[in-house]
Nanobody
Framework: VQLQASGGGLAQAGGSLRLSCVNSRRTFSNNAVGWFRQAPGKDREFVATIQWNAANTYYADSVKGRYTISRDNAKNTVYLQMINLEPEDTAVYYC????????????????WGRGTLVTVSS
């Protein structure tokens, strides 16, 4: 079982993109879902997580105020709205299902799928 991230592309600094994360095979409506990103030559880093009922969301300091995570459980889809993009946001973005442990650690997540590339030009 894997999640499918989409919506990446090329954007100019200050622009916006919306990423989607879909699982067409299995519902994850009872799990938190998170977004991570990995820039070339860097470790994968936490971006945002949303609890199963959307009661709470969590963000990396670097994206607070610019990114918004949301979900539609009826569609098995989690979104990441990104505005005011910066060149430093350039990375492959991944989504995954939280299974246990800290929301901020990639070790707490499973069902990683192929990511979607976001490139921000200055």
């Amino acid at each position: 079982v894997q999640l499918q991230a989409s919506g990446g592309g090329l954007a100019q600094a200050g622009g916006s993109l919306r990423l989607s994360c879909v699982n067409s095979r299995r519902t994850f409506s009872n799990n938190a879902v998170g977004w991570f990103r990995q820039a070339p030559g860097k470790d994968r880093e936490f971006v945002a997580t949303i609890q199963w009922n959307a009661a709470n969301t969590y963000y990396a300091d670097s994206v607070k105020g610019r990114y918004t995570i949301s979900r539609d459980n009826a569609k098995n889809t989690v979104y990441l709205q990104m505005i005011n993009l910066e060149p430093e946001d350039t990375a492959v973005y991944y989504c995954a299902v939280h299974v246990a442990g800290s929301y901020y650690s990639s070790k707490s997540y499973r069902y990683w799928g192929r990511g979607t590339l976001v490139t921000v030009s200055s």
